[in-house]
């Protein structure tokens, strides 16, 4: 059974482990009525889409994060200048710092990236209303309204906003503005003002398939609106279970920044192509005092520095230690983690450090 009363710390360390929740149903033998099934029982996910009686596709159903890297870092695909420097700054210390700080950590709401790449979310889908419930701490639901209203023109800010949707064809087209700027875009730290407004795309190509599509609109904190897509994919014979903040006084002993800075030049060696197995290659890139890995199923995030030549991931507990020759060139490094040290070998430079 799912286990959802977690203290704060607790929550941070467990969504900071990018591993989606896979358990129990609350309701073991109770089947999803309604639901297709194999000759075994099984759900049926690639029957036809269940459809209205205006004919239009009923998205209703539990349905599963569309994550993991993207509730830590929305802005994980996006380019050096696609974010504004100011809100570059406050996401790299809010990174430094632990993300002690951040609205899970003070029990708190968090954001519409956050819910969409998390955990479950159930849509229940009626004449001009859709409901959007969440198995995240401490959000309420979201209204979408599909009556024809518009967004309302001067909103008192909120942390999800308000929703308005309309019908495309067979995708469901959501838009939702009037968003505060207390709440985090991601788990990671990127700001969020009240100029964001968000664009969701919900398809339900079949019985248990969903095409998503986010779009991101906040001039104030990047230079230009972006789009992320993903697959969801319906959670069969499940119920959402309740999942409250209890305890947000833990926050105030997870540790903050560590205070080490390493010197430009000393990352820029470290940077490069490593290879971790046959074929099985990964980035390390130095921007500023901070190292980045890219392609070792690690989000888009700064590691942590601990000394001169270790470091430790943002977003699970994985170490990386760079290792020296004899000449004092960096030869390879060892990417510690729960199985052990696994030896990666450095191959070469960066090959384009515009990325």
């Known amino acids: ?33 309604g639901t297709p099934r194999l000759p075994d029982g099984t759900p049926n996910l690639s029957a036809p889409a269940p459809r209205t009686a205006d004919g239009k596709p009923d998205l209703s159903g539990v349905w599963r994060g569309a994550g993991p890297f993207y509730r830590f870092n929305i802005a994980e695909d996006l380019e050096p200048g696609d974010v504004e420097p100011w809100a570059e700054a406050l996401f790299l210390q809010r990174v430094r710092n632990s993300r002690k700080d ?38 309420p639901h979201r209204t979408v309204f599909t009556d024809g209203r518009d967004l309302p023109k001067d909103p008192n800010p909120t942390w999800l ?68 897509k993903k697959e969801r994919l319906l959670a069969a014979d499940t119920e959402l279970l309740e999942d409250v903040c209890e305890n947000e006084k833990d926050g105030s002993h997870l540790s903050g920044d560590t205070g080490i800075r390493l010197s430009p030049g000393l990352l820029a060696a470290y940077a490069g192509v490593y290879e971790l197995a046959a074929g099985r290659t990964f980035v390390v890139r130095a921007t500023g005092d901070m190292l980045f890995v890219q392609g070792l199923g690690e989000p888009k995030l700064p590691l942590f520095v601990q000394s001169d030549t270790k470091f430790m991931s943002t977003a699970n507990p994985t170490g990386f230690e760079f290792i020296k020759d004899a000449q004092g060139n960096v030869s390879h490094l060892l990417v510690r983690g729960a199985a052990g040290d696994r030896k990666a070998v450095r191959k070469g430079p960066v090959p384009d450090q515009r990325k």
């Open 1 to 33: 059974m799912r286990s959802i009363g977690l203290s704060t710390a607790a929550g941070l360390v467990a969504f900071a482990s990018l591993l989606s929740t896979n358990v129990a149903a609350q309701w073991l033998n109770f089947p999803t009525p």
């Open 102 to 139: 951040s609205p899970l950590a003070r029990c708190l709401p968090v954001s519409l990236p956050f819910h969409n790449f998390f955990n479950l979310t159930k849509i229940v889908q009626t004449p001009g209303l859709t409901l959007i419930l969440y198995e995240s701490p401490n959000s």
């Open 161 to 228: 906003g308000y929703s308005v949707g309309r019908w495309d064809g067979d995708t469901l087209v959501v838009t939702s503005a009037g968003f505060n700027d207390k709440g985090w875009l991601d788990s990671a730290g990127h700001p969020q003002t009240e100029s964001l407004r968000i664009t969701e795309r919900l398809r339900r190509r079949d019985f248990g398939h969903m095409d998503f599509e986010m779009t991101i609109d906040d001039p104030t904190v990047f230079t230009r609106p972006f789009t992320v």
